[in-house]
């Protein structure tokens, strides 16, 4: 069993930045590819974007393109999700999976993290 941990979520004036984490039990992270979804309210969960183990990016979302960069510290067992000039838009949950694509798809052998709250105001 795989537990995923979210955090660095917040409020946030538009326009500013914040910096989401993933962390994983034990040092299984460097393992799995690791996709970042959101959830705003009354829509359904979406891919953002994914890296993959070689830190190969893939996005999901045209509108975080050149906002949110993505990397990982395998030695620190950590994703870092980089979300600079946040707009109200990117309000929302996010997630991060051991699993990526533009719908929210999770097999049996897939693991999530509980998300971390991302407000952002106008």
């Known amino acids: 069993q795989v537990q995923l941990v979210e955090s660095g979520g917040g409020l946030v004036q538009s326009g500013g930045s914040l910096r989401l984490s993933c962390t994983s039990s034990g040092s299984t992270l460097p393992y799995y590819v690791i996709g970042w979804f959101r959830q705003a309210p009354g829509k359904e969960r979406e891919g953002v974007l994914c890296i993959s183990r070689h830190r190969g990016i893939t996005y999901y979302a045209d509108s975080v393109k050149g906002r949110f960069p993505i990397s990982r510290d395998n030695a620190k067992n950590t994703v870092y999700l980089q979300m600079d000039s946040l707009e109200p838009e990117d309000t929302a949950v996010y997630y991060c999976?051991?699993?990526?694509?533009?719908?929210?798809?999770?097999?049996?052998?897939?693991?999530w993290g509980q998300g971390t709250q991302v407000t952002v105001s106008s």
């Open positions: 999976a051991t699993f990526c694509g533009s719908r929210w798809s999770p097999d049996s052998s897939d693991y």
